[in-house]
T-cell receptor, first 113, second 109 residues
Framework: DADVTQTPRNRITKTGKRIMLECSQT?????MYWYRQDPGLGLRLIYY???????NKGEISDGYSVSRQAQAKFSLSLESAIPNQTALYFC????????????FGPGTRLTVL | KNEVEQSPQNLTAQEGEFITINCSYS?????LHWLQQHPGGGIVSLFM???GKKKHGRLIATINIQEKHSSLHITASHPRDSAVYIC???????????FGKGTKLTVNP
């Protein structure tokens, strides 16, 4: 089984709908991240969490919210989806020890019509 | 100007060739990360290094902290190496990564 899983893997939704993307990990890491990837722009950080009680905004947090339900679970919500949130979304985890190497989930392809 | 620049943006090679992908950065860093993203979209961590050189199979990553430069080498390239290779740096004093835009490698049989 994969160490970092994301659900759903693909989602098509309409403008204005609320969407939740979920991430779970079995690596025992304390740190979790949400990124979005757009063609030509690379990966950009949306939110990150260094432990269950620690949530931080990344560079593009507007229009998104997150919840760290447990050490192993980190969810990303789009309260009212808009078309420019169409992107590939990745969850990642890392340990607070060592070089902070990040391990990525398989991605969620989100399309907002 | 981006803090992390990769070159080339696109690279096409024949099977068996030696490949070099470059990453230059303009900030102080504590570590550098090389990632591989296959056409299906998944991202795999290849290396995380803070100095010197690391090797895993046919892949070699080097970093020169003074010159703010890292290279990823692939020896005896194979079509299955076709992917986007992404460089990311962890800025000194930060736990976050700053990503390059990636190098798309195509290895033809």
């Amino acid at each position: 089984d994969a160490d970092v899983t994301q659900t759903p893997r693909n989602r098509i939704t309409k403008t204005g709908k609320r969407i939740m993307l979920e991430c779970s990990q079995t690596k025992g890491h304390d740190r979790m991240y949400w990124y979005r990837q757009d063609p030509g722009l690379g990966l950009r950080l949306i939110y990150y969490s260094f432990d269950v009680k620690d949530i931080n905004k990344g560079e593009i947090s507007d229009g998104y919210s997150v919840s760290r339900q447990a050490q192993a679970k980190f969810s990303l919500s789009l309260e009212s989806a808009i078309p420019n949130q169409t992107a590939l979304y990745f969850c990642a985890t890392s340990s607070s020890t060592g070089l902070n190497e990040q391990f990525f989930g398989p991605g969620t392809r989100l399309t907002v019509l | 100007k981006n803090e992390v620049e990769q070159s080339p943006q696109n690279l096409t090679a024949q099977e068996g060739e030696f490949i070099t992908i470059n990453c230059s950065y303009s900030v102080g860093i504590s570590a550098l990360h090389w990632l591989q993203q296959h056409p299906g979209g998944g991202i795999v961590s290849l290396f995380m290094l803070s100095s010197g050189k690391k090797k895993h199979g046919r892949l070699i990553a080097t970093i020169n902290i003074q010159e703010k430069h890292s290279s990823l080498h692939i020896t005896a390239s194979h079509p299955r190496d076709s992917a986007v290779y992404i460089c990311a740096v962890r800025k000194g004093g930060s736990e976050k990564l700053v990503f390059g835009k990636g190098t798309k490698l195509t290895v033809n049989p």
